[in-house]
């Protein structure tokens, strides 16, 4: 096959549809997405069946269990898909939203909209559901989208765009708004990345090497989001069944995904610190402690907890598990919490379990995350949680958006300016 005729064949419909669906009025986008949902809810079973597919080529490929639950749709996540699309039908469409306005002194009206950014690249990994969550995303703000799953999600994906097409067409727009990959082989992506005569921007989505593939080799904007090394600080004056509770979900509720904490900060005056390691040990987690933790807390657990715990390595500390183990430290400050956070932390997630009120904004304010939690788990860092109905990723950057991405950060700045004759002297 000829991978570049083919990218370029995906690139130049693109670019046509966009020029349909910037144009789209709000109630037939949001039309659109009715019915996506619609015919997703009927269909349920049959995406699951296909589901099957992907889930037992991530198996024959050796994906671990927590990876593996990141592939699987059942009757539950399917409707929480819907939902989302649903909630984003009910969002403000925020294309020709007027975010700034200004009368210059010369008479001038100076106004600054929000307008769709153009073409958008998807480039994810194993999780079947960001197919529908970038359709719906790209689809409301109006911009046309190239989505390129991992070859664990190929089955569902396909299953879904099936739907979403049918969709398009029933209320008139091309079916090439949203375009799918179906094409494994790498060098696809390699030739899309060329492409930045008919792609805007490219949104990687996954692990490391993905993104680094996808940043080495775009010519477009690449709007990324890096690992999730989030963290759990427990403050000494922590309430102890809100830190255990805390701790326990921020962890181990969904270990594979970005916005699970990967390391434990303890502070050393923390009176509960050996019920706080047991409340992770009895959630199935493995601990990887500090010598400090070993010496001091570990010595005072029952043998059988013993055989959960390991000493942490330096490196360790960098690493975004996706899985049941997390790394445990004991601190003596917060400004230390905040020093090691700085230093091995990956911009994502970062919450605190405190009940003083000075040590919390100590925190708020020298944590240079994303997102910044007090007395909550970070598991919240989600484009739903967070009121955008979905999101497309979390940026863990600072250009052009930040955090949970939604339908405003598919948008682009124009500037409208009204006149009555005026020339600058």
Not at 19 to 33: F, G, R
Not at 247 to 265: D, G
Not at 317 to 339: C, G, H, P, Q, R
Not at 381 to 394: K, M, N, S, Y
């Amino acid at each position: 096959m000829d991978y570049r005729e083919y990218a370029v064949s995906l690139g130049k419909k693109a670019k046509e549809a966009f020029k349909y669906i910037s144009k789209a009025t709000t109630a037939q986008k949001n039309k659109a997405l009715e019915l996506i949902t619609d015919y997703i809810s009927k269909n349920a079973d049959y995406i699951i069946e296909e589901n099957k597919k992907d889930v037992e080529f991530a198996k024959q490929r050796g994906r671990s269990q927590a990876l593996i639950d990141r592939v699987v749709l059942n009757e539950k996540r399917i409707q929480g898909m819907v939902e989302s699309v649903r909630t984003v039908i009910l969002l403000d469409d925020p294309v020709g939203k007027v975010v700034y306005s200004s009368r210059r002194p010369n008479g001038l009206l100076v106004n600054k909209i929000k307008v769709p950014i153009g073409v958008i690249l998807m480039v994810y990994e194993a999780r079947p559901n960001v197919t529908l969550d970038a359709a719906t995303l790209i689809l409301k703000s109006g911009n046309a989208g190239i989505l390129r799953s991992g070859s664990d999600a190929r089955n569902s994906s396909i299953a879904i765009m099936k739907f979403i097409s049918q969709a398009l067409k029933e209320v008139d727009l091309p079916s090439d708004v949203i375009q799918y990959v179906d094409i494994t082989e790498h060098e696809v992506v390699n030739e899309l990345l060329k492409l930045d005569e008919y792609i805007d921007v490219v949104i990687p989505r996954g692990g490391e090497s993905l993104i680094r593939s996808v940043v080495e080799n775009a010519k477009m904007p690449v709007l990324r989001q890096e690992k999730g090394v989030c963290h759990v600080y427990v403050e000494k004056t922590a309430e102890k069944e809100m830190a255990e509770k805390i701790t326990v979900n921020a962890k181990a509720q969904r270990p594979s995904v970005c916005n699970a904490a990967e390391t434990l900060l303890i502070h050393k005056d923390y009176p509960y610190k050996k019920d706080l390691l047991l409340a992770l040990i009895n959630a199935g987690v493995k601990l990887k402690v500090c010598d400090l933790t070993m010496n001091i807390v570990v010595s005072e657990l029952p043998e059988d907890a013993k055989r959960y715990i390991e000493k942490a390595e330096e490196k360790d500390f960098y690493n975004e598990y996706l899985d049941y183990v997390m790394n445990v430290k004991i601190v003596n400050s917060t400004e230390e919490a905040i020093e090691h956070i700085s230093k091995y932390g990956s911009g994502h997630t970062e919450s605190i379990v405190t009940r003083d009120y000075f040590e919390a904004n100590k925190f708020l304010e020298n944590i240079d995350s994303s997102t910044v939690m007090v007395n909550a788990s970070t598991r919240f860092t989600d484009g739903g949680e967070f009121g955008l109905g979905a999101e497309i990723g979390i940026s863990t950057h600072k250009f052009h958006a930040r955090g949970p991405m939604g339908l405003m950060e598919l948008t682009a700045d124009k500037w409208i300016v009204y006149g009555n004759g005026q020339i600058r002297t």
